[in-house]
């Protein structure tokens, strides 16, 4: 039986849990997208004193890297709002950069990047891996993607529609010369979270059901 998301309920908490840590909100963007900024620039900069295409595409594992990078920051922000919500903690920027299980992290992230890059549904029912990492730092890739297929195959629409929703929300921002970005894409994100929060009972049935017991 799919669950019920209620998507205004999420939205409204993770808005008041940015709102009173407003400074980390904003530097999440941009600590996750600084190595991918830099790299690019350097790359195009060396690309344009030296006029050889070879310079950009060397860097390409570089940015590759960095944008796995973003996952690990994007997942450490869920931590904290975790955190936040559960123990009352006000989210610190240090917490952004929390290297511990970066492998776990990074490989999370890719797959469910590859699974929505090949066909958006493949994606939409695996999203809420990098919550179950987030979330329970000691499971594997493989179990977080095996977790979240089992919940999500039986929840395709509400998870959907939650996508949609955490888009919009993110495009309210983005509409605001992109600026405006800087406060709803970790809002998009703590979103996201949240809605896996709330139903993580649910996600950890079905991981049972599906062979993953989640710790």
Do not use: R
């Not at 891996?129 to 000691?138: E, L, N, T, W, Y």
């Not at 195959?153 to 605001?176: D, E, Q, R, S, T």
């Not at 010369?177 to 709803?184: N, P, R, S, V």
Request: net charge neutral; glycine share 8%; aromatic share 8%.
């Amino acid at each position: 039986m799919a669950v019920e998301i209620k998507f205004g309920d999420h939205v409204k908490e993770a808005l008041e849990i940015c709102k009173a840590n407003l400074v980390p909100t904003l530097a999440t963007p941009i600590v996750s997208a600084l190595p991918i900024i830099l790299i690019y620039g350097v790359a195009m900069g060396l690309t344009m004193a030296t006029e050889s295409g070879l310079i950009m595409l060397l860097a390409l594992p570089l940015i590759i890297v960095a944008s796995l990078f973003q996952g690990v920051v994007f997942i450490n922000w869920m931590a904290a709002i975790k955190a936040a919500k559960h123990e009352g903690k006000a989210i610190e920027i240090g917490s952004l950069l929390d290297f511990s299980n970066i492998v776990s992290k990074m490989l999370t992230w890719l797959i469910m990047g590859i699974l929505f890059n090949i066909c958006i549904i493949p994606g939409v029912i695996v999203c809420f891996a990098p919550c179950i990492v987030a979330d329970k730092p000691g499971t594997s890739p493989i179990d977080a993607i095996k977790a979240a297929l089992s919940f999500g195959k039986g929840n395709i629409v509400p998870l959907l529609i939650l996508m949609i929703v955490l888009f919009l929300v993110y495009l309210v921002g983005a509409i605001a010369c992109g600026i405006g970005a800087l406060f709803t894409g970790p809002l998009a994100i703590a979103t996201w979270y949240l809605a896996y929060d709330t139903h993580k009972a649910s996600v950890e049935a079905a991981a049972a059901e599906g062979g993953v017991q989640l710790s």
